[in-house]
């Protein structure tokens, strides 16, 4: 099965704005950027993927995809998540992948384990997911053709994207994995990823004193 992961990059510099007031705006950028790199390395090394594609309107974040091995796709100036990757998809689909997984730049801890393991589910099932610790986002959706379903980013995407394999009949397979729940999005979530760089692991990224009183 040849198999493409689709990392959709916001601005760099802008990213992480829910975290500012714990976070400098040169902090946010520091983490975007390293997590953006970790999941850039997994994908990109993973035995499974054929090949990586990064969608963004950030030049700066499209050039170290290149540097990293990634092909790249220029989104225009108005960036809207869901015709961005449509517009990833009907790329790749032309390379002639069989299935897509797409991945958000802010997974500071998904392993190739992680992949690998969605790739096997996606032999049996043709829509794989993976949400978030609220059970209300997509943190990953593997997609069997590409284009199977349509794409329902944002709040409430978990359901919608069911729903949606639901109607068309795909068979459906859940993933679960503690690395794949955390996302980067609030102060709750900062502080559960230092709790795991305290473990000893992931030294390659970056950990902040956040201020007094932060929760």
């Known amino acids: 099965m040849s198999l493409w992961a689709i990392i959709?990059?916001?601005p760099l510099k802008n990213a992480k704005s829910r975290l500012?007031?714990?976070?400098?705006p040169d902090q946010r950028y520091e983490l975007a950027l390293a997590m953006f790199r970790h999941v850039l390395s997994?994908?990109?090394?993973?035995?499974?993927?054929?090949?990586?594609?990064?969608i963004s309107r950030d030049t700066k974040a499209l050039a170290i995809a290149r540097e990293m091995g990634a092909k790249t796709l220029q989104e225009g100036a108005i960036s809207n998540l869901n015709p961005a990757l449509l517009r990833a998809t009907a790329v790749v689909k032309s390379w002639r992948a069989d299935a897509i997984?797409?991945?958000?730049?802010?997974?500071p801890f998904i392993s190739a384990d992680d992949i690998g393991a969605m790739i096997r589910l996606a032999q049996e099932h043709s829509i794989v997911i993976a949400t978030d610790r609220e059970r209300d986002g997509t943190n990953a959706l593997l997609v069997r053709p590409p284009g199977a379903i349509e794409y329902e980013y944002g709040r409430g995407s978990y359901e919608r994207h069911l729903q949606n394999a639901g109607r068309?009949?795909?068979?459906?397979?859940?993933?679960?994995?503690?690395?794949?729940?955390?996302?980067?999005?609030?102060?709750?979530?900062?502080?559960?990823?230092h709790k795991i760089l305290a473990r000893g692991r992931f030294r390659h990224l970056p950990s902040f004193r956040l201020a007094c009183g932060a929760n």
């Open 8 to 10: 959709p990059v916001k």
């Open 20 to 24: 500012s007031p714990i976070l400098q």
């Open 42 to 54: 997994v994908t990109t090394t993973a035995q499974l993927v054929s090949g990586v594609l990064v």
């Open 101 to 107: 997984l797409i991945l958000p730049a802010d997974l």
């Open 168 to 193: 068309a009949g795909l068979p459906v397979a859940l993933y679960e994995s503690d690395r794949m729940t955390l996302d980067i999005d609030v102060p709750d979530d900062l502080n559960d990823y």
